[in-house]
């Protein structure tokens, strides 16, 4: 019995599969955070003042993050 197929069902599975094959998934925004974190850590540490720039790239990364998360909620 589990072998068997009803008539029609491939179609279904085939029409389904197209269609999650042209949506796009979620935009990363995980890595724009970390990136900016780490950038901004090392820009901080060459002035001095690392922690600082660890929470400047903590913020803007955050941003960017939010951004991307905003524009790609819209296209949905």
Do not use: E, Y
């Not at 901080?44 to 003042?49: P, S, W």
């Amino acid at each position: 019995m589990a072998g068997t197929m009803v008539a029609g069902a491939r179609a279904r599975g085939v029409a389904q599969a197209r269609a999650m094959a042209n949506r796009s998934g979620p935009q990363a925004g995980g890595f724009i955070i970390a990136v900016a974190i780490l950038a901004g850590t090392i820009v901080g540490g060459l002035n001095g003042q690392p922690s600082i720039g660890l929470l400047a790239g903590l913020g803007l990364g955050v941003i960017a993050a939010l951004a991307i998360w905003l524009r790609d909620r819209a296209k949905r």
